[in-house]
């Protein structure tokens, strides 16, 4: 589960990871940052092993500032917003509607072409988060779904072996397992994977 952010709304200081080779172009990142009254930036200038600076670094959000980016360095940036739950902003100098697409697909929060100007940090940090926030709560969400499906799915096959084994009816299973569930303090669902466990050692 990827962490929210809140510190834009004051409740603590961002840590702020810039990645580009260019110390000119990095300043007019670090300066926007720092006018917008974030303090703790670090720039991360050393493309090879990349990810595991950014590991090291642990930031709340990534900006990546790659001028004129070959397809190898996108794709690079973009494995990097895969394997990092965090806000990610990519300012290029041009790019293509693939390239566009690419980062969505990736995950980056804001793509920005030809937008590297310092007034404009601050609201493009607000979109970055704040589009992260919300995907990032559409995701956890979805998964709460899928694991919400799949325990259905283990109490319905837990219920039809004990009705089988025990001739009882679906109502009187769930309720065996509820009684279970109440006597040993567990969840329902950790008994329905015990009968299942049972059923599959006797077969």
Known sequence: MARPIHALTGRRELKIVIVDES???S???EEGLRDAGFTEVERISEMHNLLKHIYASD???ILI???NPSRDTLEQMFQ???AVRRPIAMFVDQSDTA???ASVDAGVSAYIVDGLKKERIKSILDLCVS???AFSKLQDELEQAKSDLEERKTIERAKGILMKAKKLSEEDAYKLMRGAAMRENKKIIEIARSVITAAEMFK
Do not use: G, H, K, T
């Open 27 to 29: 300043l007019i990142l």
């Open 80 to 82: 990097v917003s895969r």
């Open 99 to 101: 390239s566009i697409q």
């Open 131 to 133: 589009r992260f926030n």
């Open 65 to 67: 500032d790659l001028e």
């Open 59 to 61: 930031p709340d959000v």
């Open 23 to 25: 110390p000119i172009r």
